[in-house]
Nanobody
């Protein structure tokens, strides 16, 4: 099973930016679609964005369109989530997940391997 590690979370003021990274240990994630999900306290885990293995297909949840950008650098075996114009409601633990699927999707059960998550807190 692919092991994933997220990094880049932290505390940021409203309107600020963060870039999350997702890397793998043991195996390369280059052949996998990667999804980003988040979970706020007391809420279900929800899809944020995803990118296909080739990087040619991306998808965003409506609340993230225009603010978040997903990308991957397969030379560095890393997937990124650039988050701009952050809002307090973006506060959550953010997870990346890897799945063997065509294109990508924001459906949790299509992903087999998950990272431990990184905390993002948006607060004045």
């Amino acid at each position: 099973q692919l092991q994933l590690v997220e990094s880049g979370g932290g505390l940021v003021q409203p309107g600020g930016s963060l870039r999350l990274s997702c890397a793998s240990t043991g195996f390369t994630l280059d052949d996998y679609a990667i999804g980003w999900f988040r979970q706020a306290p007391g809420k279900e885990r929800e899809g944020v964005s995803c990118i296909s293995a080739s990087g040619r297909s991306t998808y965003y949840a409506n609340a993230m369109k225009g603010r978040f950008t997903v990308s991957r650098d397969n030379t560095k075996h890393t997937v990124y989530l650039q988050m701009n114009a952050l809002k307090p409601e973006d506060t959550a633990v953010y997870y990346c997940a890897a799945g063997w699927l065509a294109g990508c999707a924001l459906t949790k059960n299509q992903y087999d391997s998950w990272g431990q998550g990184t905390q993002v807190t948006v607060s004045p």
